[in-house]
């Protein structure tokens, strides 16, 4: 881009062209071979609550993203767009290698809908992972926390707090490593107030904080709750408050309830095996009173000794929605590559290595050290007795 179209959290996008077929019908959902700017529209991933994400291929640089765009239905919601734009402008502002990275963000020409390019996650999220493979072992909750935490914590230390971190929020790259996404309800301790004020409740029932659920301020603390419902989920197969009887409404409180007074519940009633310090520290995650919660950098830190010490390995995920038609072998390699289900495990994040790898590399430097060790004694043992 040109210009940084987050500079001052006021100038306009700039305007992309739009080329080839036109939009493919009147909810506005772009249509393959459509023409955002310079990235080519291949197919439609997603749709989310406020718009679509599709997989389109950047022609000046020949890699494939994830376009994002409002959808047509709230684009006189001055609210739901701004909040749009707030993700976009967030996610600018960091960089993390377990944030998702934004690459462009514009207008499509000839509309007022705004949109933005970011990296491609063909690894699916680990939403995906939990129905694939139902409720995950401790080492990878581990592996899967300690890398959100960071990322997280990053964010607040830019002021950002998520406020909707969840299963399907915590994506996976293609190497395996975990990208918190969607920042659409993200709060700035420095701006954006009007959007939600005291008193107003956002977020997701499942995993929201106390102090959320009962429109307070919040800080970074809040995130750590919902991080922590987050793993209970992942390690049980099901988040840890759930209403099964009422309307959707009745439901919703009754939800919204427990996390203000219900006992955090114990995950080793519903799965076997649940590490201990695991289990300890995920109630500490979401203990009601945010005084005794540990803070983001801190859970970080246990979460990846933790992983360390459980040998967590964070698997692919199978992305069959990134296939396509067409002829490009750039995404047919990466449906491939999400095929594999036992990858080599690559983290950019805190949990930089394989403990399994980096344990058999030890094991070969000392073997390796262990003969040379003994050639040298046979050499010295024949100049001693010449």
Do not use: W
């Given at each position: 881009m040109s210009q940084d179209p987050f500079a001052d959290g006021k100038q306009p996008f700039k305007e992309a062209p739009t080329q080839g077929v036109p939009l493919a019908s009147p909810a506005g959902i772009l249509a393959p071979g459509q023409r955002v700017g310079r990235y080519r529209i291949e197919k439609l991933l997603g749709l989310g609550s406020m718009g679509e994400v599709f997989l389109a291929i950047d022609d000046q640089l020949g890699r494939n993203?994830?376009?994002?765009?409002?959808?047509?239905?709230?684009?006189?919601?001055?609210?739901?767009?701004?909040?749009?734009?707030?993700?976009?402008?967030?996610?600018?502002?960091?960089?993390?290698?377990?944030?998702?990275?934004?690459?462009?963000a514009g207008v499509i020409a000839g509309t007022d809908r705004p949109y933005f390019a970011m990296e491609l996650l063909e690894g699916g999220d680990t939403q995906r992972l939990l129905d694939e493979r139902g409720p995950l072992d401790s080492g990878i909750v581990a592996t899967i926390g300690a890398q959100a935490a960071a990322a997280l914590s990053e964010a607040a230390k830019a002021g950002i707090i998520h406020r909707d971190v969840k299963p399907s929020n915590l994506g996976i790259s293609g190497r395996g490593a975990v990208k918190v996404t969607d920042f659409s309800l993200a709060k700035s301790y420095a701006a954006d107030k009007s959007l939600t004020g005291k008193g107003m409740v956002v977020g997701t029932a499942d995993y929201i904080a106390p102090e959320q659920a009962r429109g307070e301020e919040v800080d970074e603390r809040a995130d750590v709750y919902s991080l922590g419902c987050t793993l209970f989920?992942?390690?049980?197969?099901?988040?840890?408050?759930?209403?099964?009887?009422?309307?959707?409404?009745?439901?919703?409180?009754?939800?919204?309830?427990?996390?203000?007074?219900?006992?955090?519940?114990?995950p080793r009633e519903f799965v076997a095996g649940v590490d201990d310090d695991l289990r300890v520290f995920i109630e500490r995650m979401m203990d009601k009173n945010?005084?005794?919660?540990?803070?983001?950098?801190?859970?970080?830190?246990?979460?990846?000794?933790?992983?360390?010490?459980?040998?967590?390995?964070?698997?692919?995920?199978?992305?069959?929605?990134?296939?396509?038609?067409?002829?490009?072998?750039?995404?047919?390699?990466l449906a491939q590559m999400g095929e594999?289900?036992?990858?080599?495990?690559?983290?950019?994040?805190?949990?930089?290595?394989?403990?399994?790898?980096?344990?058999?590399?030890?094991?070969?430097?000392?073997?390796?050290?262990?003969?040379?060790?003994?050639?040298?004694?046979?050499v010295a043992s024949f100049f001693l007795l010449r």
């Open positions: 993203t994830a376009l994002k765009t409002l959808g047509s239905k709230h684009l006189n919601n001055a609210t739901v767009k701004e909040r749009f734009l707030r993700e976009a402008r967030a996610l600018a502002k960091l960089t993390h290698p377990n944030l998702i990275t934004v690459f462009e989920h992942l390690l049980t197969g099901k988040p840890p408050f759930r209403c099964k009887q009422g309307t959707e409404v009745q439901k919703y409180v009754e939800v919204m309830r427990a996390h203000l007074t219900a006992p955090i519940p114990d945010v005084e005794r919660r540990p803070t983001l950098d801190e859970s970080a830190i246990a979460l990846a000794q933790m992983a360390v010490r459980l040998e967590g390995d964070l698997p692919r995920v199978t992305r069959a929605a990134i296939r396509s038609a067409t002829s490009d072998n750039t995404i047919v390699a594999r289900t036992q990858p080599p495990h690559t983290n950019p994040g805190l949990v930089a290595y394989s403990p399994r790898h980096s344990t058999k590399r030890l094991l070969a430097f000392v073997g390796l050290g262990l003969v040379v060790g003994a050639a040298l004694a046979v």
